[in-house]
C-alpha cells in the first residue's frame, strides 16, 4: 500500500492566496463601512420623525406655541418638556453623535428644579436642537407658534448637534452668515465659521455627506448644506432653510 503523502503550499500559492484576500477586504471594507452609515443614517432619521411629531402633538395642547429653550432657564429645556409625549430618553441619543460630552454611567438627568448651578447641566442630554427663533427668546417670542409661519414646511426646526457643541437644546441661525441678522461678535464667534462659510452648531456631514433635518410641519428629511443654506436678504430672509420667514423660495 502506498503512504499517503499530503502537499504543501508552494510559497507562490500562499503569496497568490493572501493577494486574493487583501484584494476582497479592499472591495469589502468600504462596503461594510458605507452599510454601517446607512443603518445610523436610517436610525437616526427615525429619531428625528419622531421627535418632530413630538414638537407637533406639543404645539397642539399648548395653544399652537412651540416649546422653550434652556436659555435663560436650564428647566425649561425642551427634552423635559416634550418627556410627557416620548416616556423615552434614548431617542434624544443620535447614533451619529461621537460627542465625549454625554454623562458618566450612572449620572441621574437633572430636573426642570434643578439649581443652574448643578454640575449635571455641564453633560450633554439631547444630540439634537431646536431652532432659536422659535424659541421665546428671539425678539419677544416673535416666531414662537405655528399659525406665525407662512409654509413651515419649507423651515427646519431641529437639527443635529456638533460633538463639540456645548450642552444646551437649541442652534442660532440668526447669528450664522456675513453679515448675520443679530450682530454679537461672540456669538457669531461661537456659531459661525466664516472660513468655511458654515455653522459650527449642526454636523453637517454625519451621514454621507449630510444630515437629516425636522422641519417645523413635523415631516423629516435628509439635506446638504449647500441645500439648507442660502440668503435672500433683499426679501428678509437671512438663514435660508433655517429663517421662519422662508416660503419655500428656494430649497
Not at 416620548?86 to 437633572?110: H, Q, Y
Not at 452648531?201 to 441645500?227: I, M, P
Request: charged share 15%; glycine share 6%; hydrophobic share 40%.
Amino acid at each position: 500500500m502506498k503512504n499517503k503523502t499530503t502537499r504543501a503550499f508552494t510559497l507562490i500559492e500562499l503569496l497568490v492566496v493572501i493577494a486574493i484576500i487583501a484584494i476582497l477586504a479592499a472591495i469589502l471594507f468600504p462596503v461594510f463601512a458605507q452599510a454601517k452609515v446607512a443603518a445610523k443614517k436610517t436610525q437616526d432619521l427615525s429619531n428625528v420623525k419622531q421627535l418632530g411629531t413630538v414638537l407637533m402633538l406639543y404645539a397642539g395642547d399648548y395653544d399652537d406655541r412651540y416649546p422653550l429653550t434652556s436659555f435663560p432657564s436650564r428647566g425649561n429645556n425642551w427634552p423635559m418638556q416634550c418627556q410627557p409625549y416620548v416616556k423615552n430618553w434614548g431617542i434624544f441619543r443620535s447614533p451619529g453623535d461621537s460627542s465625549t460630552l454625554w454623562p458618566p454611567a450612572g449620572v441621574e438627568r437633572p430636573t426642570p428644579d434643578t439649581p443652574a448651578s448643578d454640575p449635571r447641566w455641564s453633560y450633554r442630554w439631547t444630540s439634537y436642537l431646536l431652532n432659536a427663533y422659535f424659541s421665546g427668546g428671539f425678539n419677544s417670542g416673535q416666531y414662537a407658534t405655528q399659525t406665525v409661519l407662512a409654509s413651515p414646511a419649507n423651515v427646519i426646526y431641529l437639527a443635529l448637534a456638533q460633538d463639540n457643541v456645548s450642552p444646551r437644546d437649541h442652534f442660532h441661525p440668526f447669528y450664522w452668515g456675513t453679515p448675520a441678522e443679530l450682530t454679537s461678535g461672540f456669538m457669531q464667534n461661537l456659531t459661525w465659521d466664516a472660513t468655511k462659510n458654515e455653522t459650527k452648531e449642526v454636523k453637517l456631514l454625519a451621514f454621507s455627506q449630510g444630515t437629516n433635518y425636522a422641519f417645523a410641519d413635523g415631516h423629516a428629511k435628509f439635506g446638504r448644506w449647500t441645500q439648507v443654506w442660502w440668503r435672500d436678504t433683499a426679501n428678509g430672509i437671512f438663514a435660508g432653510s433655517f429663517d421662519p420667514r422662508n416660503e419655500g423660495r428656494k430649497n
